[in-house]
Each structure stands twice: as C-alpha cells, then as structure tokens.
C-alpha cells in the first residue's frame, strides 16, 4: 500500500530518505499515484500521466549505487506541458498539438534525468503559455486549491498546484511575464525565476532569447534551492548557459547569509495594486528588521517596462507563432492572435526603442543593487480571481488595456535580467495566498535564496500540502 505520509514531507527529507534507501523511487511513484488519484480530480493540475515510464527510469536508477543517481537520486519531477518529454503527450495546452508526441525531449528534460529526476507527469498550461490564467481548449482550467472557484494563475498553474495539494514534491516551470512567480503567489508556493542562462534548456525560436527562462518550484526555499542545483549547468547545445556554482544553490539557501539593506515598493510606480495586497506584503517585508536588515521604500525607474514589455513579447510572439497564424489562425486563442499580429506590425524603429528601453532599465536596476541587498514587492497585484475571468481587466479603479498589463510588477523585472522570487508571505482575510517578489542582482541567486530563507523562517507562513477546498459561502 502506497504510503501517503511521504507526500507531506519535503523534498529535501525524501532524497535523504532515497540516498539511505529507506524509501525506493518506486516508493515516491506509488503515493504519487494514489495521492493524484484522491484530489486532482478536483484541480486538475497534472492531466497527463505517464507512470509507465516513470517506473521504467525508476527501476534503471535502482540499478545503480546510490551514489551513482544524481542530485535528486530518484525524486519524481513533474513537466511543464511547454517543454518536450520524449514518447509522453506534449500538448502546449493548443488544439494544434492535441495529439503530438515528441520522439525527442528538451535538453532541461534529459539534464534532469541525468541527475535523478523521475518524470512522471506534464503540468497543465494556457495555450502557448500565454496569459496568467491556467486554462486551455484541451485540458480545460486548473483550479486554486485554496478555493477551487479561483484561478490557479499561470502558465505554470499546473505545476504550483501540484505542490500545494501534495502531487509533487518540486516541480518545473517556466517564466516570461511572471509564468513561475504568479502561481507560486496565488498558490501558496515558491517559484523562482532565475538569471538568463542559470537553467539551460533547448532553445526554440532563437539562441540569444533573454526573456523566457526555465526554473524550480517547489513548497520552500530549501527545496527549491535543490532543484536549481539539479537544473543548473552549462551545455554547448545552449549557448546562453552558464555553469554550476562552487557552492551549492542549497548550500547557500542555508547559511543564514541575511541582507543588510533591502527596498520595499508596492507598485514599482507603474502599476496599481489592491490595498489589502500592498499591507500584507508591505508588512512581510518590514519583518527583514528581526533579521537585523534596514528596511526602506524604493524603487529604481522602470517607467518604460510597460512599452518595452509589449515590444518585445510581441516580437518574440511573432517570430515564434507567425506560420502557426497563416496555417491554423481558427485553432488559436484571441490572445495568442493579438500577440502575433502585434508583433507583425512592429517597425525596426519600434524595437530598437525596446531594447534601448530595456539596456537603460537595466543599468538603473544595476546602480540601485549598489546601495540595496535585495528589491521587494507584491509577486501580484491582487488575489487570486475568479477562474471564469480569462484575466484581470481592473485594479483599484485603473482598467487595462490589454491582457498582460496586470502583470507589470512581474515583467518588469523580466527586463532587468535580474533573479526574482516568490516567497508565500501570508493570506487575505479570505484565507488566500500572497506572495512577496523578492529581486537581486543578475547571477546572485545564492544571496536571494539566502534571504529568502532568512525571511521564510521569520514569516512562518504554511505551505501545504493541502486538500483542495470548495468555494466559500
């Protein structure tokens, strides 16, 4: 019988348990397998399976010394439905790819096999991992489990909500506009976006993509310290890779290596945010002082993100997803249209003002890291919304004009080049998550998930694994 308890403990305490042999892969797989069975009907995090070959990866490790299995030594990894995974249904949450099934996986995907990562699932996505609302015309929504008429934000809805409810115990993502931060915040987890080139994955449309990167979820900082250290590493097939640090991610998260000086701001002066959002977060952050950190607000100038931001998502839409357009425009989203067609409109001039926007932002948020440790903010500008809402059209009285605009806080610091961060920091008088952005300097992951940890263990926020909840009242 399937041991159930397993899935409550954190990662870091079963690949313990995996080195000692006190527990098998096959083990993992089985409460796995039971666990998805009671709760995810009810949130659809992880729609596709594929324990066959889980079992199959699982029995060959066995086959080894325990030395010999990497990093995670057997630990079960969930997929983002985004990336490819050799022989398993890969679907990009898109019509067009309802049936494909790749022959060959993503680099990140065999990287993590070789260092012990067993998959056994793909995480549900929005189509093309476009808007931060988990839902597509295949699989249909994944639900907060927090409240399962919420949304489960996005694009990796799928993976943060298999760790809230106990279906994985790390899980990958990815992020362009927030994609790993906003589930993490509205779903009471932790999901780092890390530096360009920090996760090394096959690149698609172009070899020099900055703005779209690969990283770790997980349920706390520790653990996700542990699957950045299983992702990192540089390979020739990505050459915007980087290699692995001396010391461990997880050796860092531990040190206690707090900050001196850290800026709080609610809104980064370009974004509304709801009340109750800005004081929960706001008083997170002020916490850094038990630590023994000054804590002050400030923010550097990021007033051209949202220009910026559009230009260079709809260019990277149009590059990407332009013959999609001309062949298979009646199987698309409206939003995914929209992104291409305003990147087709783009003029040369359009997208050198881009880039110059983003090497000027960059270099403030650079000078800004000169006088402080660590940047926080709201992951998100509000709490996790209805789940029919395809997405936020409005905030303290400040309507959008345009699907994305709502996660300004998030792709602001996509800009930058910079690693962020959400860490839960508390809950809505509802009883829904938050979570607070926390930013360091390009390539300083050790310093932010040393932080992170610090300010973690100060908060004392829970995070799960939970049973999913009905809506209230």
């Known amino acids: 019988m399937a041991d159930l308890g397993l899935v409550r403990e954190t990662a870091c305490a079963v690949v313990d348990k995996l080195k000692s042999g006190e527990v098998t892969p096959l083990d993992l797989l089985d409460a796995l397998e039971a666990r998805i069975e009671a709760v995810d009907d009810e949130v659809n995090a992880l729609p596709t399976l594929c324990f066959e070959r889980a079992r199959d990866h699982a029995k060959a490790l066995m086959q080894k010394p325990a030395s010999e299995r990497g990093l995670l030594a057997g630990l079960p990894v969930p997929i983002k439905d985004l990336t490819d995974v050799a022989g398993v249904l890969t679907t990009q949450g898109s019509p067009i790819y309802k049936d494909r099934v790749p022959d060959k996986s993503d680099l990140l995907v065999t990287h993590l096999e070789a260092n012990g990562g067993v998959i056994y699932a793909k995480s549900n996505t929005p189509e ?23 949304s489960a934000a996005g694009s990796s809805g799928g993976a943060a909500v298999a760790l809230a409810t106990g279906t994985a115990w790390l899980a990958h993502g990815s992020d362009l506009g927030g ?49 950045l250290d299983a992702m990192s590493g540089d390979y020739a097939a990505d050459p915007r890779s980087l290699p692995a640090p001396a010391t461990s991610f997880l050796s860092a ?39 023994g950190a000054i804590v002050e607000e400030a923010h550097p100038d990021l007033s051209e993100a949202h220009e910026c931001f559009h230009v260079l998502r709809a260019l990277s ?16 989203k409206p939003e995914v249209i929209w992104n291409i067609e305003e990147g087709l409109k783009l003029s040369v001039d359009q997208i050198a003002r881009a880039q110059a926007q983003r090497l000027a932002m960059t270099e403030r948020m650079l000078q800004f890291f000169k006088t402080y440790d660590l940047l926080l903010s709201p992951a998100t500008i509000v709490a996790p919304f209805p789940v029919e809402n395809r997405y936020v059209a409005e905030c303290n009285g400040k309507t959008f004009g345009n699907y994305i605009e709502w996660l300004a806080i998030a792709y602001a610091t996509t800009l930058t080049c910079t690693p962020a961060l959400s860490l839960p920091c508390g809950f809505t008088a509802s009883g829904l998550p938050v979570g607070l952005q926390i930013v360091a300097p390009p390539r300083a992951e050790a310093r932010l998930l040393a932080g992170a940890k610090v300010l973690e263990e100060i908060l004392g926020v829970p995070t799960g694994p939970i049973e999913p909840r009905p809506p209230r009242g």
Request: charged share 20%; with cysteine.
């Open 128 to 150: 093309f991992g476009a808007g931060a609302n988990t839902f597509n015309e295949v699989f249909g929504a994944t639900r907060n489990p927090y409240d399962t008429s919420r």
């Open 179 to 227: 994609s790993l931060r906003n589930p993490a915040s509205f779903c009471g987890i932790v999901g780092l976006r890390p530096s360009v080139g920090r996760v090394a994955a096959t690149p698609k449309f172009a070899v020099d993509n900055t703005t779209s990167v690969q990283g770790p979820m997980a349920r706390n900082v520790a653990d996700l310290a542990l699957l």
């Open 253 to 291: 998260a531990r040190s206690g290596a707090g900050p001196k000086r850290v800026a709080y701001s609610p809104d980064f002066g370009i974004t509304p945010v709801d009340p109750e959002i800005a004081a929960i977060t706001r008083k997170a952050a002020q916490r850094f002082e038990e630590a």
């Open 317 to 332: 839409f149009a590059m990407s997803k332009t013959e999609l357009l001309r062949t298979r425009r009646d199987l698309l």
